[in-house]
Every structure is written in C-alpha cells, then in structure tokens.
C-alpha cells in the first residue's frame, strides 16, 4: 500500500485543521491506520490509531481534541484537529500495515510524506 498525506498548513491556536491520508491498491481495508508526528531534535510519536474494524487509539495529548476516521470507499483517513496549540506544531505523517504495538513506528511497514501542521500563538 502506498499513503499520500496531505491537508497541513499554518494555523492560529484554537483553530481546526483536517488532514488526510489516501492510499493506493486494494488491500486497504485489510490495514489498520496510524496517524504520527515529528519535531526537528525529537523522535517521531503516536497521535492516532484506527483498526480495520474501527477500533480507534489516541495519544493522551490529543485525546478529546483530535479524531480519526476512514473511509473505506475512498481508500482515505482522515485525522480532524481541534483547539490546536503550539504543541501539534509537527510534520505529520500517516502509516499503515500495522504488525505489532499500535503506538509503535516500527509496528508500520508502510508510510507517507509527512505534511506540515504550524499552529501560530
């Protein structure tokens, strides 16, 4: 499977931002989906998780902000940002094909280009 993310940007603290990630080939809805982000100096971290059935996983630092989605018709998954801060500043990168912890990077065998998210105070 091969991901494209897209849908960052620069934003202003409290605002919203929808990022999404669209996979190429047919076994999309056989792959649980994660969501990851990175700032320069730091390793990169878990935000958000989605099985094939559903079941989702957040981090706690976006928990009640942040919300996966998939659209199995689209081959796309969506994170929806809200109330962000200067904290979600990070390059944003969706995974797929997971084998082991969801909130593990080495659990994803395949990745996107990350896509910019800049929260301004």
């Known amino acids: 499977v091969q991901l494209q993310a897209s849908g960052g940007g620069l934003m202003q603290a409290g605002g919203s931002l929808r990022l999404s990630c669209k996979a190429s080939?047919?076994?999309?809805?056989?792959?649980?989906m994660g969501w990851f982000r990175q700032v320069p100096g730091r390793e990169r971290e878990f935000v958000a998780g989605?099985?094939?059935?559903?079941?989702?996983w957040y981090a706690d630092s976006v928990k009640g902000r942040f919300t996966i989605s998939r659209d199995y018709a689209m081959k796309t998954s969506y994170l929806q940002m809200n109330t962000l801060n200067s904290g979600d500043t990070a390059l944003y990168y969706c995974?797929?094909?997971?084998?082991?912890?969801?909130?593990?990077?080495?659990?994803?065998?395949?990745w996107g280009q990350g896509t910019l998210v800049t929260v301004s105070s």
């Open positions: 080939g047919r076994t999309f809805r056989w792959h649980d």
């Open positions: 995974a797929a094909d997971r084998s082991g912890p969801y909130s593990s990077m080495q659990s994803y065998k395949a």
């Open positions: 989605i099985s094939r059935s559903g079941e989702v």
